[in-house]
């Protein structure tokens, strides 16, 4: 299993979403489209947004990484959806932290990749 050996040291909520992901795929016709991590480290996320009218309608995102990175994109695409493009540029990595009930310090990273995908996700379109 790689780094994460003993998968079962995270929080119910960490499990949770890396077991079963609400959020997972991808928007055909998605009006941006981002990617964010560290390939050489194995997590990378990519986030598809439908946008309309300014406000997030629906948010998907596709992970290639450790159960915390998966948990990470998952929720934050949850956070997001409904929200205004300047209500979801102020997610940090601590309130997607917070909503997985804390992560591990050497974990906190997938969270830092998770809000820095919000921002190129909403700089740029596809």
């Known amino acids: 299993m790689g780094k994460d050996k003993n998968l079962y040291s995270y ?3 960490v499990m949770e979403r890396f077991l079963h992901p609400k959020n997972i795929g991808v928007i ?3 009006t941006n489209v981002a990617t964010a991590g560290n390939p050489e ?3 990378v996320i990519r ?4 946008i309309r009218e300014g406000i997030i309608v629906n948010a998907k ?3 290639l990484g ?5 948990a990470s994109a998952d929720i934050l695409a949850e956070m997001i959806k409904g929200k205004t493009i300047m209500e979801a540029l102020r997610i940090k990595n601590e309130d997607i ?3 997985l009930g804390g992560l591990p310090p050497q974990k906190l990273n997938c969270s830092v990749f998770a809000e820095n995908l919000i921002k190129t996700a909403l700089r740029g379109k596809k």
């Open 11 to 13: 929080n119910a909520k």
């Open 28 to 30: 055909e016709n998605a």
């Open 41 to 43: 480290g194995c997590d």
């Open 47 to 50: 986030l598809y947004l439908f």
């Open 61 to 63: 995102v596709k992970v």
């Open 66 to 70: 450790c159960p915390v990175a998966i």
């Open 97 to 99: 932290s917070d909503a």
